[in-house]
């Protein structure tokens, strides 16, 4: 299985919030140095990611976003290109508590993501991402927002 054995990855995805805003996001990341359930179908690992989101929207002028997030990753196994799928929840904040139609009823929220890609080498993945950020009902209101994006992830 190709595995990122680098110091860094950096990632970055464009997509759209379901009320049609652009979403542009750029990402570091650290694999984690550990696997679980290794088999031969495949394993679960994991990375870190921090990342900064630009919400841009017609009719508001943009916010910003700062994430966090555990993600684990479960790859199948397989030789060349790789199938993958994660989850993963952190936390976010964000620069305004209203983000197009969507009030947030607070700057600090909570990132669940899901996503599925593809490795397509050692040093290369690209995917389909979907982002959930709300503050949980830490506070009112809690419309929430996601994002769904297209990624690149390269390792270096």
């Known amino acids: 299985m190709a595995n990122f054995t ?8 464009l997509g759209a919030t379901g009320q049609g805003d652009m979403t542009y996001r750029i ?46 990753v479960y790859e199948f196994a397989g030789e060349g290109v790789q199938p993958y799928i994660e989850l993963g929840v952190g936390v976010s904040f964000f620069s305004k508590t209203d983000v197009g139609e969507r009030q947030l009823g607070s700057s ?13 080498s050692a040093t290369q993945k690209v995917g389909v991402r979907a982002i959930h950020y709300s503050n949980a009902g830490l506070k009112s209101p809690n419309a929430g927002i996601e994002s769904f994006a297209l990624f690149y992830n390269q390792a270096f």
């Open 6 to 13: 680098h110091a860094a990855q950096w990632s970055a995805s």
């Open 108 to 120: 600090f929220n909570f990132e669940d993501r899901l996503g599925v890609g593809l490795k397509l």
């Open 27 to 72: 990402g570091l990341s650290q694999d984690w140095a550990k696997t679980w359930m290794a088999s031969e179908t495949g394993r679960l690992t994991g990375y870190w990611d921090a990342g900064y989101t630009y919400w841009e929207g017609a009719e508001y002028s943009g916010a910003h976003s700062l994430s966090f997030s555990p993600v684990f």
